[in-house]
């Protein structure tokens, strides 16, 4: 079993930036793919960005290219989604993501809110 922890969010005014971190533990950490998720209040929960555990490559959603960077810690087993010129639009709980090709992981969820 596989838990995994986000923080790092808070309260940021626009144009500010947030590390946010998804710290994995349990078992051998050893996913295919990481990702990050939002859910606005209100909104779908949608993508954000991608880690490929293997290589290291990475995926942005478009409205998020640019500003945000995802990377990983392997020493810490920690995911970091690095954003910067935070825009109002971008406030929701952000949400971590593990699949190891059997199965998903979820953490909790941390709250980024930026003022305009």
Request: with cysteine; aromatic share 12%; proline share 2%.
């Amino acid at each position: 079993q596989v838990q995994l922890v986000e923080s790092g969010g808070g309260l940021v005014q626009a144009g500010g930036s947030l590390r946010l971190s998804c710290a994995a533990s349990g078992r051998t950490f050893r996913p295919y793919t990481v990702r990050w998720f939002r859910q606005a209040p209100g909104k779908e929960r949608e993508f954000v960005a991608r880690y490929n555990w293997s290589g290291g490559s990475t995926y942005y959603a478009d409205s998020v290219k640019g500003r945000f960077t995802i990377s990983r810690d392997n020493a810490k087993n920690t995911v970091y989604l690095q954003m910067n010129s935070l825009k109002s639009e971008d406030t929701a709980v952000y949400y971590c993501n593990a699949d190891t090709g059997s199965e998903r992981y979820w953490g909790q969820g941390t709250q980024v809110t930026v003022s305009s």
